[in-house]
């Protein structure tokens, strides 16, 4: 009896480990986290002899995952998922990938601009310079500036835009697009808007006189008064 329970152990014991599941690879290597990534997992034993019935990562179990073959799954990755090791469970059987999969954090992309001028109030023909800020732009950020939605120009380096150009109203936005890798979120982004009041400039005043006048008299010199003006 001794014998028959020893065969039947040594025969499970066989078959587990000569017909486990195993993973050899797996593409991509990597994803971007809460990407919904589709990953496939190559191997053998995924049907026989126990169909898989669980995959993991880092203990997290798959979105959802299709046994193809016996030499393939196709996964989901789930959200929240964080770098580790992939698992699959067949039945009591359990087989954990030698490398890790990594899962990329995303990286919010944003971009702010100010103005040269304070207040954002000027005189009409004046100079302004918007300067842009960017966050997570990357090494080779990309900026195209906008007026009243407008594309000014076109895409390039340069996060500076000079104008002597504005009317009353008129609002500067910039749009930024990041080469940061690897996971971007929110690329490309737009800025928050500035809007310039832009007051006109006064007429030349014609100043009239009360001549003709005698040697010595005073000359009385006079103007029409315009708002915001003053005189010397």
Do not use: H, R
Not at 166 to 195: D, E, F, H, Y
Not at 203 to 219: D, E, K, R
């Amino acid at each position: 009896m001794k014998k028959k329970y020893f065969f039947i152990i040594l025969l499970f014991l066989s078959t587990l480990f000569s017909f486990g599941q195993t993973i050899s690879s797996f593409t991509p290597s990597s994803a971007c986290s809460n990407s919904g990534a589709s990953i496939t997992i190559n191997g053998s034993g995924f049907k026989v002899p126990t169909e898989v019935d669980g995959v993991l990562f880092n203990g997290l179990s798959a979105t959802s995952f299709t046994v193809i073959s016996d030499t393939e799954i196709n996964v989901t990755l789930p959200n929240d998922a964080i770098t580790g090791a992939i698992t699959i469970t067949a039945g009591a059987v359990t087989n954990i990938s030698v490398n890790d999969f990594a899962v990329n954090p995303l990286i919010p992309v944003s971009v702010s601009i100010s103005s040269s001028d304070g207040d954002n109030i000027i005189c009409a023909g004046e100079s302004v310079i918007f300067t842009a800020t960017p966050t997570n732009g990357g090494v080779s950020p990309l900026y195209q500036w906008q007026v009243n939605g407008l594309n000014i120009g076109t895409l390039s380096s340069s996060n500076t835009f000079l104008t002597s150009q504005l009317q009353n109203g008129w609002v500067v936005t910039v749009v930024l697009t990041s080469n940061i890798t690897p996971c971007p979120i929110g690329n490309p982004a737009t800025s928050n808007s500035i809007s310039t009041t832009v007051n006109p400039i006064p007429a030349t005043p014609t100043a009239s006189n009360n001549g003709p006048l005698c040697v010595g008299s005073t000359l009385n010199l006079t103007t029409p008064l315009v708002s915001g003006a003053t005189y010397s």
